[in-house]
């Protein structure tokens, strides 16, 4: 069979190999005009020596990528770091955790039908950015869950990315920044115990070794259930060692290695019945105002999450002079994850003779205890996903005239592959049902295996970029960047004939695997940004930019289709996203406290339209999504002892051209709060006493739609409370106790497609910690 290619534009970007592209950067960049470099008289500068390591506090001034030249007050963009001292002090463990200190970022999703969504599956400004999470600035993969043990801090990116990272979610990417080794010498570490068998221990060891070299090494080891929810656990261990050489000199070898094992029970939700906005179906109107426990478990103990995350980085950065610094990092990263999940449909019908059908049924009506409801979707995963990446930078500040500019530029390898190995049931058609309100998970019944019908995808990608910030006097910064990205993804999978969703065998015995066309699409993409800053003084900074980023077929997951409805068919134009922002940033009380303000807007194209067809019947890519809105932060020390955090975003999302995606008719987006705000403060007493606490706040979402029916269309607003209680016992160790949800708020914290599943809101729990450093 012949595969699909998709080559619309010719490639002005012949990509040259690796060795090449890097002397190249090394040789080439290095020939700008004259460059002035060492001479700081003539408008260049020393560069910033920038340690995320050094951060102390909720405020950081910097992230850590070299391609961003400024401070974030002199940044025209949303960007918001969450440092380590934040996420720790409120116990936070996972990066999903440590994003509740954004306002509308976080995993509202559970996933479509049986398809359980795992790990970060991350929503912020109306869209999925799961596929846009990056550690030191190079992409992770996988759908799992990501520990915080090993990073420093989160830097969250709000509007098109593109332009910074490549490919991205159309609304901003999320950067975890590692912990690495340095010439302190420290120990520190973390035990907690908590409600509901919460065990957790983390250790960080930093040692010199000699006046130039370090190791560092951080550790965890965890074993926790699930606050309020039955049989879920949580259980890792990881290390991440960290070899430094060459520290405060001119030339720095880093070599950074991460590997973290999993062994969770994940969590299938709960049926919405009951729930505000759900309407019974025939044979289930005994059930209305009768909601199951959110604390029941409706799978079983064959149900498993084993994910293995191995990761390898080794970078070197080279100062020429004072004013110019060569980086190159090298990765290779592997993930593994063998997951089964057992999921459900809360459907009821009545038959023609009256008896129950669907998959809730009853032996006696009036009688709640003997509901009972089908385990017959057990979803099955086997993935590994595996990256090589060779990225090289060039950091200059020079001036030509009275203008001064900080550049950043460089070249990028990538090769991303993932593949899938597939599985089906092989013995018993689904697990025995559950009763409805005291389910058991310790059932049999069910043998599974893997059948041939695998896929892999593959993404190489060659890019190259340039930023710039221009000084235009004192006051006035224009900042501009364009990158190109030539990409080539390659997809090929097999799938099983006959059988529930299989294609027709013909001549073939029913289970033969059948290999489908090679899917191919190829091309180069240009994302570019523009911005401009004005300090109206030392304190504060008024800002406009926009951005395009775009994102290719097949551009979040490797796995390109030939469904026509589908954005991932190569046959189709990349999806686009424009932002435009405009705001205003302060710094207050000698830069320890930091105001911001943007007011912006996301247009979306190029999406899938059904409702405008082409001349073979076939959706036209002419729909369109739009988000407005404004977000306000708060970080920083408003005296020495009080210290806060706190945030504020209004969305006002619309599908301007296309079918509404949501479930109750309206053009808003789903999975995406109108309203949000979340906020944290502690006050530090003289006698070693720390009170704190903070409140985050969601208003009502939208879920998506399909064709289920009676299920809520929605889920409410809630408002939750958290307190902190710390004592420093001595200047080594420090006692705290955390609080969540402290008046025991019941919420949907994330709702299915469909409407059947939700996930529920963690009550009242308790942890105590003993801090410790040294």
Same mark, same amino acid.
């Given at each position: 069979m012949n595969p699909i290619k998709s080559r619309k534009h010719a490639s002005a970007f012949r990509p040259l190999p690796l060795a090449t592209a890097s002397l190249a950067a090394g040789l080439g960049l290095a020939a700008l005009p004259s460059l002035a470099f060492a001479d700081s008289n003539d408008g260049a500068r020393t560069l910033d020596k920038v340690d995320v390591h050094a951060t102390r506090g909720y405020k950081a001034d910097?992230?850590?990528? &070299?391609?961003?030249?400024?401070?974030?007050?002199? /940044?025209?963009?949303? #960007?918001?770091?969450? /440092?380590a001292d934040l996420f720790n002090q409120q116990g936070a463990t996972t990066l999903t955790e440590a994003l509740r200190n954004s &306002?509308?970022?976080?995993?509202?999703?559970?996933?479509?039908?049986?398809?359980?969504?795992?790990?970060?599956?991350?929503?912020?400004?109306?869209?999925? /950015?799961?596929?846009?999470?990056?550690?030191?600035?190079? =992409?992770?993969? @996988?759908? #799992?869950?990501?520990?915080?043990?090993?990073?420093?801090q989160v830097e969250i990116t709000k509007g098109p990315a593109g332009t910074d990272n490549g490919r991205s979610a159309p609304t901003g990417a999320i950067n975890m920044v590692s912990k690495q080794a340095t010439l302190h010498d420290e120990v520190s570490g973390t035990a907690s115990l908590g409600s509901d068998q919460q065990r957790r221990a983390t250790a960080d060891?930093?040692?010199?070794?000699? $006046? /130039?070299?370090?190791?560092?090494?951080?550790?965890?080891?965890?074993?926790?259930?699930?606050?309020?929810?039955?049989?879920?656990?949580n259980s890792r261990w990881g290390i991440a060692p960290s070899l430094a050489f060459g520290l405060g000199t001119d030339t720095r070898y880093v070599l950074n290695l991460l590997y973290v094992d999993q062994d969770n029970v994940p969590d299938g939700g709960v049926p919405t019945l009951g729930l505000p906005g759900w309407i019974p179906q025939p044979t289930l109107e005994v059930l209305a105002g009768h909601p199951v426990d959110p604390q029941n478990f409706y799978g079983t103990r064959a149900d498993h999450d084993d994910v293995r995350a191995k990761m390898a980085t080794f970078r070197i950065e080279h100062d020429f002079n004072d004013a110019v610094r060569l980086t190159n990092t090298a990765r290779w990263g592997r993930t593994e994850q063998d997951y089964l999940l057992t999921a459900f449909m809360g459907t009821g019908t009545r038959a023609a003779n009256g008896a129950p059908t669907g998959n809730i049924r009853y032996t006696d009506r009036n009688d709640l205890s003997t509901y009972t409801i089908a385990r017959s979707l057990p979803t099955l995963k086997d993935q590994r996903n595996t990256l090589l990446t060779d990225q090289l930078n060039l950091r200059a500040d020079f001036a030509?005239?009275?203008?001064?500019?900080?550049?950043?530029?460089?070249?990028?390898?990538?090769?991303?592959?993932?593949?899938?190995?597939?599985?089906?049931?092989?013995?018993?058609?689904? *697990?025995?049902?559950?009763?409805?309100?005291?389910?058991? *998970?310790?059932?049999?019944?069910?043998? *599974?295996?893997?059948?041939?019908?695998?896929?892999?995808?593959?993404?190489?990608?060659?890019?190259?970029?340039?930023?710039?910030?221009?000084?235009?006097?004192?006051?006035?910064?224009?900042?501009?960047?364009? =990158?190109?990205?030539?990409?080539?993804? =390659?997809?090929?999978?097999?799938?099983?004939?006959?059988?529930?969703?299989?294609? !027709?065998?013909?001549?073939?015995?029913?289970?033969?695997?059948?290999?489908? &066309?090679?899917?191919?699409?190829?091309?180069?993409?240009?994302? *570019?940004?523009?911005?401009?800053?004005? +300090?109206?003084?030392?304190?504060?900074? #008024?800002?406009?930019?926009?951005?395009?980023?775009? %994102?290719? &077929?097949? @551009?979040?997951?490797?796995?390109?289709?030939?469904? !026509?409805?589908s954005l991932d068919n190569p046959r189709l134009d990349p999806q686009e996203a424009k932002t435009f922002e405009v705001g205003s940033k302060w710094a207050f009380l000698d830069d320890a406290l930091a105001l911001n303000l943007a007011i912006f807007?996301?247009?979306?194209?190029?999406?899938?339209?059904? %409702?405008?067809?082409?001349?073979?019947?076939?959706?036209?890519?002419?729909?369109? +999504? =739009?988000?407005?809105?404004?977000?306000?932060? $708060?970080?920083?020390?408003?005296?020495?002892?009080?210290?806060?955090? !706190? @945030?504020?975003?209004?969305l006002d999302t619309e599908v301007k051209e296309g079918a509404n995606v949501a479930a109750d008719g309206t053009s808003n987006l789903t999975y995406t709060p109108d309203d949000a705000f979340t906020a944290w403060s502690t006050y530090a007493l003289p006698f070693g006493l720390t009170l704190g606490g903070g409140v985050r706040y969601s208003s009502a979402m939208h879920r998506g739609t399909d064709g289920a029916v009676g299920t809520p269309s929605f889920t409410k607003s809630y408002t939750v409370y958290d307190a902190v209680l710390s004592y420093a016992v001595n200047e080594a160790l420090v006692l705290r106790l955390n609080a969540y949800n402290v008046f025991d708020k019941q919420y949907v914290a994330a709702i299915n497609k469909s409407g059947y599943r939700y996930t529920p809101g963690t009550p009242r729990t308790f942890l105590l910690s003993a801090d410790f450093r040294f």
């Open positions: 910097k992230v850590a990528s &070299p391609k961003f030249t400024q401070s974030l007050q002199d /940044t025209p963009q949303t #960007i918001q770091v969450i /440092t &306002p509308g970022v976080g995993t509202f999703f559970v996933g479509e039908n049986g398809n359980t969504a795992t790990g970060d599956a991350l929503y912020m400004r109306g869209f999925d /950015t799961s596929s846009s999470l990056f550690v030191d600035g190079v =992409r992770d993969l @996988g759908s #799992i869950s990501r520990d915080v043990f090993n990073t420093e060891w930093n040692q010199s070794l000699g $006046a /130039t070299s370090a190791l560092r090494l951080n550790a965890v080891w965890q074993d926790s259930d699930q606050p309020g929810r039955d049989h879920v656990n030509t005239g009275a203008i001064a500019h900080n550049l950043s530029t460089g070249l990028e390898y990538t090769r991303e592959e993932m593949d899938s190995f597939g599985q089906a049931v092989t013995g018993g058609s689904s *697990w025995p049902a559950a009763n409805l309100y005291a389910p058991d *998970w310790n059932v049999g019944g069910l043998t *599974w295996a893997h059948n041939g019908a695998d896929a892999h995808g593959r993404t190489t990608t060659w890019s190259a970029y340039l930023f710039d910030t221009l000084h235009l006097g004192e006051r006035l910064l224009l900042t501009a960047g364009v =990158r190109a990205d030539h990409y080539d993804t =390659r997809y090929a999978s097999s799938v099983v004939c006959g059988g529930r969703a299989g294609p !027709a065998c013909g001549t073939n015995p029913v289970g033969t695997v059948l290999q489908t &066309p090679t899917l191919e699409a190829s091309d180069t993409l240009l994302n *570019w940004k523009l911005g401009v800053l004005y +300090k109206a003084g030392d304190t504060a900074s #008024i800002y406009a930019n926009y951005a395009l980023s775009q %994102q290719p &077929p097949g @551009g979040s997951n490797f796995a390109l289709s030939s469904s !026509a409805s807007q996301t247009d979306v194209e190029n999406e899938i339209n059904t %409702q405008v067809l082409d001349d073979a019947g076939n959706p036209t890519q002419t729909g369109s +999504k =739009r988000v407005k809105g404004v977000e306000l932060s $708060a970080v920083g020390r408003v005296t020495d002892n009080w210290s806060l955090s !706190a @945030g504020y975003s209004h």
